[in-house]
């Protein structure tokens, strides 16, 4: 009879891949240490915006926030605002009760992991599609606990909770085909002290220590040796010393925005949506029709003068939006612009009048993946896929802005105050750390998008058509 293969998926979310490697050599993570030292230990990139929620879709459905409709942890539709202010599918915030829509918000011909692989378990992930309840092992009294972390601080007991249900559930007797788990502190840690505070590195030891008592587990019932351990991230941070709230800067320069929590106000000119701080899509409404606008009509709406103010700003690091012609996509810095055009298979990038994405010159590559390769160690990694990807949608906005490093887009609203951000297009927050225990695998540049077609290779099933490609 053959063995059932199982897939243990541990995504710490905010895990740092500076900081992460950092803290193994200095011997915190022992039960880490031991997966690399028997399997991979690598470097992969996640998807932008590079926040938590979207960020979760490549590697639970093969596809990117562009491609499933789901642009940001906040995210607006002008289409649907346009049709009529009181449409609910007009505008979304995942950070609050609306994150109950996050499974009807996907796209139904998408399906996930847990739909694919049997029995699957699920800890504290928002993304819960066809998830019976009892498989669900975060949803009993997760509110209040998730509530009492944000506004006391007190984020570890939420990780340990967590842990506990995954082994009160192994112990009753119960099997698995894939339990996926969310261990949201070091994220948190990080954004309200410091990537390297001693409360971020506490939550780091907390996934570790829940990962060396699960193995044990699994090893005394005869299952790790069919179990396909993944750990990884789907961002990165960095500390954040200065806010330009954007929604406030659009009002303040004559173009009234809507931005959560003031989503009702009247007659307003512009929507602005924030996504783990360091991402923002803006969304012009001061023009005939509901269309995306490409940039003549966003200088026209917009105004040069009033554009080159917002990108002059120091917490800017550029501006993108859609060129003139299709699939053309102009990045916008202080210093100047350059194309990303995606024609066909063919991607390409040609400075301008600037090297806005430090490529050092042009740069043309056939397929995405030559793109990924392309840019994979660069200061914004992936930058040409992820451009494409994220503006496919309407939901993007008119103008994506990506802040720089240090800098964050939301001031007052932001309670509490973070002190660490993510979502941009920076290799800070795209790059995040793959461990497996498994070797040999192929050893190209990876995007967690990956991990789907991988996980289901290993379960035998061949998937549907995603944006991943099997690591092995």
């Not at 351990?229 to 990165?236: E, K, L, P, R, Y």
């Not at 003068?305 to 917002?310: E, F, G, H, K, V």
């Amino acid at each position: 009879m053959q063995n059932r293969k199982r897939t243990l998926f541990y995504l710490v979310d905010g895990a740092h891949s500076e900081v992460l490697p950092e803290l193994i050599s200095q011997g915190l993570l022992p039960n880490i240490k031991r997966i690399i030292d028997e399997g991979t230990y690598r470097k992969a990139t996640t998807c932008f915006p590079s926040t938590t929620g979207p960020a979760y879709l490549p590697f639970l459905t093969g596809h990117s926030p562009g491609t499933m409709g789901i642009t940001g942890i906040r995210w607006f539709d002008k289409q649907e605002f346009k049709r009529t202010r009181w449409n609910k599918n007009a505008m979304r915030s995942y950070c609050g009760p609306e994150a109950a829509w996050f499974n009807t918000d996907m796209p139904a011909d998408k399906p996930t992991l847990f739909e694919l692989l049997g029995e699957s378990y699920n800890l504290y992930n928002m993304i819960t599609r066809s998830v019976p309840d009892e498989y669900d092992l975060g949803k009993k009294g997760k509110g209040l606990l998730y509530t009492r972390a944000h506004f006391w601080k007190r984020h570890h007991p939420v990780d340990h909770q967590g842990h506990q249900r995954i082994m009160e559930m192994l112990n009753s007797g119960k099997d698995f085909d894939f339990l996926f788990a969310v261990f949201p502190s070091v994220d948190w840690d990080s954004h309200y002290h410091h990537i390297r505070d001693p409360r971020t590195v506490e939550a780091y030891k907390i996934a570790d220590n829940s990962l060396g008592e699960v193995r044990a587990l699994l090893e005394q019932k005869g299952w790790w040796d069919d179990t396909l351990f993944i750990m990884t991230s789907d961002h990165g941070l960095t500390p954040t010393t200065q806010h330009l709230d954007l929604g406030e800067w659009m009002t303040n320069n004559g173009l009234k925005s809507v931005y959560y929590p003031t989503i009702w106000k009247s007659n307003p000119k512009s929507a602005v949506m924030i996504s783990g701080n360091s991402f923002g899509s803006i969304h012009l409404l001061n023009h005939e029709g509901s269309h995306v606008l490409r940039e003549n009509e966003i200088l026209t709406c917009m105004g040069s003068t009033r554009l080159n103010s917002l990108i002059g700003e120091q917490a800017v690091d550029f501006a993108l939006y859609r060129g003139n012609k299709d699939n053309t996509f102009v990045v916008h810095n202080a210093e100047g612009k350059a194309v990303v055009e995606a024609d066909g298979k063919t991607f390409s990038y040609q400075p301008v009048s600037a090297d806005v994405l430090k490529l050092g010159g042009a740069v043309k590559v056939s397929g995405h993946r030559a793109a990924l390769e392309a840019t994979f160690d660069s200061e914004y990694p992936d930058s040409l896929y992820q451009i494409y990807q994220l503006m496919q949608s309407r939901r993007a906005g008119d103008i994506v802005i990506s802040a720089r490093v240090g800098h964050d887009l939301r001031d007052f609203w932001e309670y509490p105050e973070h002190l660490g951000s993510h979502g941009s297009l920076h290799r800070s927050h795209i790059h995040v750390p793959l461990i497996y225990n498994q070797k040999n695998w192929n050893t190209h540049p990876a995007r967690t998008a990956d991990l789907f077609n991988s996980i289901l290779k290993w379960k035998g099933i061949t998937p549907k058509a995603s944006e991943g490609e099997s690591l092995y």
